[in-house]
């Protein structure tokens, strides 16, 4: 099983930018959909981004559209979220998630999740 390390979370301003990268060890990484998801404080997880396996496609919700863009690099095993024009309303912990068989916006269809990385945009 797919073993997933986040890193890049910190706190940043209203308007600036922050990149996110997951490290993923184990089998290939390649066979992977990869997912990003968050969780503030109270609140259900969300999804945040999807790309499938060769990173030719992404999706978003309504609510990072234009601002996050994933992507993925197979010779690293890493995939990344590029975060810009961030909003207060973005504070969260963000997952990093691994599955097989296909993009899915359910955080319960993901089976690998790293330990997740803390972001605070502050106002």
């Known amino acids: 099983q797919a073993q997933l390390v986040e890193s890049g979370g910190g706190w940043v301003q209203a308007g600036g930018s922050l990149r996110l990268s997951c490290a993923v060890s184990?089998?290939?990484?390649?066979?992977?959909?990869m997912a990003w998801f968050r969780q503030a404080p109270g609140k259900d997880r969300e999804f945040v981004a999807a790309i499938n396996r060769s990173g030719g496609s992404t999706y978003y919700p309504k609510s990072v559209k234009g601002r996050f863009t994933i992507s993925r690099d197979n010779a690293k095993n890493t995939v990344y979220l590029q975060m810009n024009s961030l909003k207060p309303e973005d504070t969260a912990v963000y997952y990093c998630a691994a599955k097989a068989g296909g993009v899915s916006d359910i955080s319960e269809r993901y089976g690998c999740w790293g330990q997740g990385t803390q972001v605070t945009v502050s106002s």
């Open positions: 184990g089998p290939t990484f390649s066979n992977y959909y």
